[in-house]
């Protein structure tokens, strides 16, 4: 399994979605609280490009943007680890 | 002649998470002039062409504020250019692959049915040959009780490896290889046989409500018309990629979810949502996979792949859910992790204890402790709880009610409080105008809805729609803008009118007394008032009201039959919730901000169980914060994702049904565990006194388990409140069985 972090700010139903879609499915995750912190945001754009929340790292791979737009990408990345 | 437009690039701060970029997005699209319109999620930036002399830097700066969030320009304007970095929304990967569902299979060709009938067989022959030459039957009852031990012994290992020593795997395995060793052969392979049959039934109970969850992807057409041109090709339905458009003729099934570019008809929802009465739906409507176009044609651009349609993730999510335990049967784990090593521990010294210390019969101890082991056996109690879960998280999706695990079909039945999203969970989010004040009605409507023409608030919307109801001709607005929340102002006619909160308007002039009389008033029945200011003078009223949903009503009251509190949540003014509330007859919160909401939930929570009702949209954070979450959509994606529960048919009294379901549930398991734990002391009792014997004993327990199974089947047959969706179709591969 590869190593999963999502970046999330509070109050937020995209990263909700994201997070009962990763537990929902069993994949381990860090979650991390990117409003007021500077560092994480920075680490988010460092790796994904991407300054706006969710975003879900799994392995080498960024998903972004809204839930409906990352949930089938992350399916696939899950299935793919699980192969 | 065009007129001046620059192009501004905002950072903006706040503006952090996918949910607020929509937001800043919906409020842009209220602002006349804005065009070619960017926000990106790399940079955190909104890039618009603004045309200045109809929307002010200023008023966009402040709208941005208003919402929190804080824009500083990163350019200085520009002309604007014509290429635009497009937003990445590629959705040609789809990889969710759902394992198709396999057609019911004969019960005797699953493996557990092949062991079920070998080990029969075996047992028949060596009974048989009992008769003739009883050494070979011995045999055969050694061999059909090793038959049936193997697979049992297997798990038994596989789950002592993970620490669990005393399953009931172990259990039946000790009792049977025992028998053997003992020279009593018969009783094992009987043992091991019927134990067999126990866990071939509640596998035929499971696979029998999963049918009926699985008939539903039959309801999916094979094929559709794609549109290639001026005709039309049929294409197997799997085929369909994202972004194709095909036609639907009258009286045909919709084959992918997606959204109808022409044509109106009625659409039969009912695989989906469980409501069988038709849906009007025309161009910009979605429609789901399954459904049926009653009568006109439809052209439909595909949103979703065969895989990721909504009928394919529902039966996805019910089959996972059917896996996830209830706190019940991990209670029951927990109780066999005592259980079973107790029942081994106390045959153990049945067996031992007399022959060792008081001379006893060898032979005549072990018997009895084997017989312990046999009888301890919880077999009806350990399989009846999936089989009660499965059926009704089975019975509640084909009535629309989505419920995603165990966990949540128990926890819903025991909430003390529900409480309720106001709009478009008691409403319908889809306010109208009810009354019009002022000396001359339809110019108030008019002018009202001139100033609103480019908004596309709800507010808004309702007022142009009440003016397109009565014929009215709308005049030109010009220097439109909006301060959210508070008022839309523009200048029509040559005179600058604006459409106000009654408080914002309080601080622009002095409403006569009548008039706030009659503002108040309207508050107090439920409606929100706005007024129409021409300068500083008001020229009317409009009230409009956000009727609640027809059954509302009806699920509070059913909700309180049940012995549920009720509470709105509501981020309306106080008198507005009060009276929308009392009208329901509920209690109210009202004037919250969403972390009220939240703590409101987590007081709620202290108080016993809360289950959270949603557009699920929304209210992902107070979904997610209560006990139970449950979503009020047909289908979205965030509802069926953040919500324990979803309400497929869009109705307040599924509600009441879901705490029914759960309460039929939970009474269903816990007859079931009385009448095998009852059934168990009873014959350990009469079998140890020597009054039954040890047959007797097994039957007994199988017989529970024939018996707790088809009592959980029984919640298949749950009805709810609403009338069940016919099912016409009866593709369903249905397992042939006795």
């Known amino acids: ?83 | 002649m065009s007129a001046p437009r620059s192009r501004l690039e905002y950072f903006v701060d706040g503006m952090d998470c996918a949910s607020c970029v929509q937001k800043v997005e919906r409020m842009i699209a209220t602002l006349p002039g804005a065009e070619e319109v960017r926000t990106s999620f790399n940079k955190q930036t909104l890039r618009l062409d603004l045309d200045e002399t109809q929307t002010e830097r200023a008023t966009l700066e402040r709208n941005l504020q208003a919402l929190g969030y804080t824009p500083s320009l990163l350019n200085p304007p520009t002309a604007p250019m014509s290429e635009a970095a497009p937003k990445d929304h590629a959705h040609g990967e789809h990889g969710h692959v759902h394992e198709a569902p396999t057609p019911g299979q004969p019960w005797y060709a699953t493996g557990q049915g092949k062991l079920v009938v070998t080990s029969g067989v075996l047992l028949a022959l060596a009974w048989l040959f009992g008769f003739i030459e009883p050494q070979f039957a011995t045999w055969g009852f050694v061999a059909a009780t090793l038959l049936g031990v193997w697979p049992l012994a297997k798990k038994a290992v596989a789950s002592a490896r993970f620490g669990d020593y005393f399953s009931i795997n172990t259990l039946v395995s000790l009792a049977a290889v025992g028998a053997v060793l003992i020279g009593e052969a018969a009783e094992g392979a009987v043992v091991v046989f019927f134990f067999a049959v126990g866990e071939l039934l509640e596998g035929i109970a499971a696979g029998r409500a999963r049918a009926g969850i699985q008939a539903l992807a039959a309801l999916v057409p094979k094929t559709a018309l794609l549109v290639e041109g001026q005709g039309t090709r049929e294409v197997p339905a799997d085929s369909l990629a994202v972004g194709q458009t095909v036609q639907v003729n009258p009286g045909g099934r919709v084959p992918a979810d997606g959204t109808i570019l022409s044509g109106t008809s009625n659409l039969d929802d009912s695989p989906v949502t469980g409501e069988s009465v038709p849906v009007v739906k025309s161009a910009g409507n979605t429609v789901y996979a399954g459904s049926i176009n009653t009568d006109g044609v439809l052209t439909v651009r595909v949103d979703k792949a065969a895989s990721d349609n909504t009928i394919a993730r529902i039966i996805h999510l019910v089959e996972e859910a059917e896996g996830s335990k209830a706190p019940t049967a991990r209670f029951i784990d927990r109780f066999s992790r005592y259980y079973t090593p107790g029942v081994v521990a106390v045959s153990a010294l049945v067996a031992l204890v007399p022959p060792l210390l008081f001379g006893g019969v060898w032979h005549e101890w072990l018997y009895k402790g084997i017989a312990l082991l046999l009888i301890g056996c919880p077999c009806a109690l350990v399989l009846s709880v999936p089989a009660a879960i499965t059926s009704g998280i089975s019975a509640g999706t084909r009535r629309g009610l989505l419920i995603k695990g165990g966990a949540a079909l128990e926890s819903i039945g025991s909430v003390k409080t529900v409480a309720f999203d106001k709009t478009g969970t008691l409403t319908a989010g889809k306010p109208r105008v009810t009354d019009v004040v002022g000396q001359d009605r339809n110019e108030v409507l008019r002018l009202a809805a001139a100033v609103e023409s480019g908004s596309s608030h709800p507010l808004a919307k309702a007022i142009t729609d009440a003016a397109k109801g009565s014929h009215l001709t709308l005049p030109a607005a010009e220097n439109a803008q909006a301060l959210p929340g508070k008022a839309v102002t523009a200048t029509v006619e040559g005179r600058t009118l604006s459409v106000s909160s009654p408080r914002h308007a309080a601080t622009l002039t002095t409403l006569p007394a009548d008039l706030s009389a009659t503002i108040e008033a309207f508050e107090k029945q439920g409606r929100t008032a706005v007024v129409l200011l021409d300068g500083p003078t008001p020229l009317g009223v409009i009230a409009i009201r956000d009727e609640p949903r027809p059954d509302a009503r009806e699920a509070v009251a059913q909700l309180r039959g049940l012995g549920v509190q009720t509470v709105m949540l509501t981020g309306d003014n106080a008198r507005t919730g009060q009276a929308i509330a009392s009208d329901l007859g509920m209690d109210v919160r009202a004037e919250l901000l969403p972390e009220d909401k939240l703590r409101l939930i987590a007081d709620l929570k202290a108080k016993g169980g809360v289950a959270m009702v949603g557009d699920g949209i929304n209210d992902a954070p107070a979904l997610a914060q209560s006990d139970v979450g449950i979503a009020m959509g047909g289908g979205t994606d965030v509802a069926l994702e953040t919500a324990d529960a979803a309400l497929l048919r869009e109705r307040v009294t599924g509600v009441a049904d879901l705490v029914g379901l759960s309460r039929a549930t939970m009474q269903n398991i816990k007859v079931n565990i009385a009448f095998a734990l009852g059934l168990k002391a009873i014959f350990l009792v009469t079998t140890l006194l020597g009054y039954t014997n040890l047959w007797m004993a097994i039957l007994a327990d199988t017989g529970a388990t024939a018996i707790v199974t088809a009592n959980a089947l029984r919640l298949l047959r749950w009805k709810g409140s609403g009338p069940a969706a016919p099912r016409t179709v009866t593709a369903a591969p249905t397992p042939s069985r006795a």
């Open chain 1, 1 to 83: 399994m590869p190593e999963i972090t999502l970046y999330t700010v509070p109050n937020c139903a995209d990263c909700h979605a994201v997070k009962r879609l990763l537990t929902h499915h069993g994949a381990a995750f860090t979650e991390k609280n990117v409003r007021g912190d500077p560092e994480a945001v920075a680490e988010m754009q460092a790796k994904a490009n991407v300054r706006i929340a969710p975003v879900t790292l799994i392995g080498e791979q960024a998903f972004y943007g809204p839930f409906d737009d990352q949930r089938p990408r992350i399916l696939t990345a899950l299935q793919g680890s699980r192969e």
